[in-house]
């Protein structure tokens, strides 16, 4: 038999991820769509653990990754318990680690996004609920209130933060409505890509009530129902965001014809 060179092909080293990260990864999951607020108590230990499917140990080194990232805070005593003190979820905490991505791949990101946003809201605005909808308005009314709290001054890192989770928040919403739960998951890895992206590109604007703006007319257009509607506001988002990042970087991003003209007008 003839001796065959090995492949060529490098793989990418694994990143091994131990059992109490995963549960941290489920409650900051649950903390960055707003299922679970600030100041909010998690339920018992043993109540969580059974909810998880996990041990008592394992919550608690979950707890302890969560505590010394100042995200929850422990209490004793009968009127104790675990507290969600911040939203300010590490990017460490936000779920499994993802494969690097060289900034220059940011092109990549946004153009899929381009692709699969407009899509994604069009079928939320055919299938969301009363709930779904009220999960959209929650999102907006951050993004508002922070716009208020840096009306005359510029906007901190912290207050960046704010304005992405509601951003964060809105598209988690907008996936959850398509009631389809294999888009929600494509939505939180995308999104987590762009983390970066987003906060850098906030404190790029001249003004940061124009994110606010295409928040809600998003909003406006989702609930309109109207097709052509919900492709404007949701690409208007989108370019404010690449604009802004042109800027933060000094280059201009790649754009691509996306769809052939005929795929436009489905």
């Known amino acids: ?27 900051t999951e649950a903390i960055r769509a707003g299922d679970v607020k600030v100041g909010e108590r998690l339920p018992s230990e043993q109540s ?6 996990v041990s008592r140990p394992t919550l608690r080194e979950a707890t302890k990754l969560l505590a010394q990232a100042g995200v929850v805070q422990v209490l004793p005593g009968s009127s104790g318990g675990i507290f969600v003190i911040s939203e300010a979820v590490p ?7 993802l494969p690097n991505l060289p900034l220059d791949d940011i092109d ?24 779904d909808f009220e999960r959209m308005r929650d999102a907006v009314r951050l993004s508002e209130a922070t716009v208020v709290q840096f009306k005359k001054r510029k906007i901190t890192q912290a207050g960046a933060q704010v304005m992405t989770m509601a951003s964060t928040r809105f598209n988690i919403a907008v996936a959850r409505a398509t009631q389809n739960t294999m888009i929600v998951q494509m939505m939180e890895v995308m999104l987590r890509r ?14 940061i009530a124009l994110s606010t703006r295409t928040l809600h007319d998003s909003l406006l ?37 996306i769809l052939p003209s005929a795929l436009k007008r489905a």
């Open 91 to 97: 990017p460490e905490l936000c779920g499994y680690p």
């Open 221 to 257: 257009a989702i609930e309109s129902g109207d097709p052509d509607q919900i492709d404007a506001a949701t690409l208007a988002r989108i370019g404010l965001l690449e604009t802004a990042w042109e800027q933060a970087v000094g280059k201009p991003l790649r754009r691509r014809a």
């Open 194 to 207: 762009l983390e970066l992206v987003r906060t850098l590109a906030v404190r790029e604007l001249s003004d």
């Open 1 to 27: 038999m003839p001796r065959i060179k090995p492949t060529r092909f490098v793989f990418q080293a694994v990143q091994l991820v131990r059992p109490c990260e995963v549960v941290a990864y489920r409650i």
């Open 108 to 131: 990549s990101v946004l153009e899929a996004r381009r692709l699969f946003e407009p899509r994604v809201a069009r079928l939320a605005s055919i299938y969301a609920t009363p709930t």
């Open 48 to 53: 969580l653990s059974e909810q998880l499917g």
